[in-house]
C-alpha cells in the first residue's frame, strides 16, 4: 500500500535537513527523486546519500523565487523522468528581527522563499500532472507557527500561515484533476533556519508545552510524506494538515 515504485517525487528544498530527509524515505519506498535547491555541492550531496536505495536520483537547481528557473527545471525533470507525480515544497527560510525593527526587504526575502516559492512551485508543477492526466500528490511543508504564532519570528509564522491558506485552496482546486494537496506540520525539528533562536529560555518554554518533552527528528517526518504521497494509503484525503509535533498543537499552557 506504500509502495512509490514507478513514481517521480519533485523535492523542492531538497538540500535542507527536512527535505533531504523525507527524500530518503520516498527514495526508500521506491520513488525516483529530483531534488531542487540552489546549491550544487548541497544537492551533488543529497543524490550520493540517496543512491544507494537503487532508484533514479538527479539533482536539478532552481530558484523558488524565480519563475523561469522553476519552468526550466520543470521541464528538465520531466525530460529526465517522463512523469511527475509528488511534490514536496520543503524550502524555507527564518529570522528572528523583531517586529519593530522588520524591514520590508527581509519580509520580502522570507515571504517569497517560503510563500511565493510554494505556490510558484505549486503552479507550475501541477500543470505538467494535470497534463500528464494521473493522479499527483502535492505535499506542502507547514509549522505549529502557523496557527499558534510564536515570538520572535512574525514573518515565519505569516508566511506558514499563508501555506495552510494555499493548501486548502488547491485542494478544492486540484481535486477534479485528481491531484490531492495536502500538507506536513511539524512541531520543533532542529533545522538551519531556526537553531539560532533555539537559546536555552525558548528550549525550555517549547518543552513545558510538549508532551513528549523532546525535539523531533528529520527521520520522524519519513512516514507522514510516504503516507500522503501514495495513492493507495490516502487516496482520499486531501486538504489535511497531518501535525508531527509531540503533542505541541493539542497543549495549553
Request: proline residues 3%.
Amino acid at each position: 500500500m506504500f509502495q512509490l515504485e514507478g513514481k517521480t517525487a519533485v523535492i523542492m528544498g531538497g538540500t535542507s535537513t527536512l527535505g533531504s530527509a523525507i527524500a530518503e524515505g520516498l527514495a526508500e519506498y521506491g520513488a525516483n527523486i529530483a531534488i531542487v535547491g540552489r546549491n550544487k555541492e548541497k544537492a551533488e550531496e543529497v543524490v550520493s546519500r540517496l543512491q544507494k536505495y537503487g532508484t533514479k536520483v538527479q539533482a536539478f537547481f532552481a530558484d523558488v523565487q524565480e519563475e523561469d528557473s522553476l519552468q526550466s527545471a520543470a521541464d528538465k525533470i520531466m525530460e529526465w523522468a517522463g512523469t511527475i507525480d509528488i511534490l514536496l515544497n520543503a524550502p524555507g527560510k527564518n529570522s528572528q528581527t523583531p517586529f519593530l525593527e522588520l524591514t520590508m526587504d527581509e519580509w520580502d526575502d522570507i515571504m517569497g522563499v517560503n510563500l511565493k516559492g510554494i505556490v510558484l512551485s505549486c503552479q507550475i508543477f501541477s500543470k505538467k500532472m494535470i497534463a500528464a492526466s494521473t493522479p499527483g500528490s502535492i505535499i506542502n511543508i507547514s509549522s505549529v507557527s502557523a496557527n499558534t504564532p510564536l515570538s520572535k519570528v512574525v514573518t515565519y509564522s505569516a508566511s506558514k500561515a499563508g501555506v495552510d491558506s494555499i493548501t486548502k485552496y488547491l485542494a478544492r482546486e486540484l481535486a477534479p484533476n485528481n491531484i490531492r494537496v495536502n500538507a506536513i506540520v511539524p512541531g520543533f525539528f532542529p533545522a538551519e533556519q531556526n537553531r539560532k533562536i533555539l537559546d536555552k529560555e525558548r528550549v525550555e518554554s517549547i518543552m513545558k508545552q510538549t508532551p513528549m518533552n523532546r525535539f523531533g527528528n528529520a527521520e520522524e517526518l519519513k512516514g507522514a510524506a510516504i503516507f500522503l504521497a501514495s495513492n493507495q494509503a490516502s487516496s482520499f484525503v486531501t486538504g489535511e494538515f497531518l501535525h508531527v509535533d509531540g503533542g505541541f498543537c493539542v497543549t495549553k499552557i
